[in-house]
């Protein structure tokens, strides 16, 4: 039996290196595409997030802008008209901290106006609707808060009631003299006027 040469090992052997080595190229070209692929995603990310961080940016500077628009055109300009067409912004009502009983019963109800134009409030009208538990009205009242001066809070004490669970409030009108402001309820405002709750017109 002959012996194989040691040659042909040789061959052999550099032949599997050789696959071997390949393989591996192969492979480390892969991963380096992987990689590549991977920083230009990451790259665009990035642009994308900048590019969204700038329009963001750029549409809170505008809304900003306008806002700071009005403030300043109802200061300088105008400025009971920019609180009559803003009056929600400056004009609220609330409740105080009422009491209520374990099986129904109110009790320590104050009506708060708070006013916070530049003008004082002649009345503010309020309605106080009394609620069951189930949310039915069984009662309404009716308060006028007068007098609220300009940045300033004013309250009215409202009825207790024997049951009930939550009152709710709902303003019926509001009326400034010093503002030339008139607002109710049940007044819609006419279409196509800019100060549609002005008392009086200036011209």
Do not use: H
């Not at 990689?35 to 700038?54: K, P």
């Not at 806002?67 to 609330?94: A, L």
């Amino acid at each position: 039996m002959k012996k194989t040469s040691p040659f042909l090992y040789t061959i052999i052997f550099f032949f599997v290196a050789i696959i071997l080595g390949l393989g591996y190229y192969r492979q480390q070209q892969r991963v380096r595409k992987v990689l590549q692929q991977n920083e230009r995603l990451l790259n665009e990310n990035r642009d994308l997030r900048q590019s969204l961080n700038l329009a963001s940016g750029a549409a809170q500077q505008i809304a900003d802008r306008k806002d700071q628009q009005q403030r300043v055109q109802g200061k300088f300009v105008e400025r009971r008209t920019y609180y009559r067409r803003n009056w929600k912004q400056f004009i609220s009502v609330n409740t105080s901290d009422y009491k209520t009983g374990f099986f129904g019963g109110i009790k320590n109800l104050q009506v708060i106006v708070k006013n916070q134009t530049e003008y004082p409030l002649d009345n503010v009208v309020v309605s106080v609707q009394y609620l069951r538990s189930n949310g039915d009205v069984f009662k309404t009242e009716q308060y006028t808060v007068n007098d609220i001066p300009a940045k300033e809070t004013r309250a009215v004490d409202a009825a207790g009631s024997r049951k009930g669970m939550k009152v709710q409030l709902k303003l019926i009108s509001i009326t400034s003299q010093a503002m030339n402001f008139c607002w109710a309820f049940n007044k819609p405002a006419p279409e196509g006027n800019p100060d549609p709750f002005q008392c009086v017109s200036d011209q």
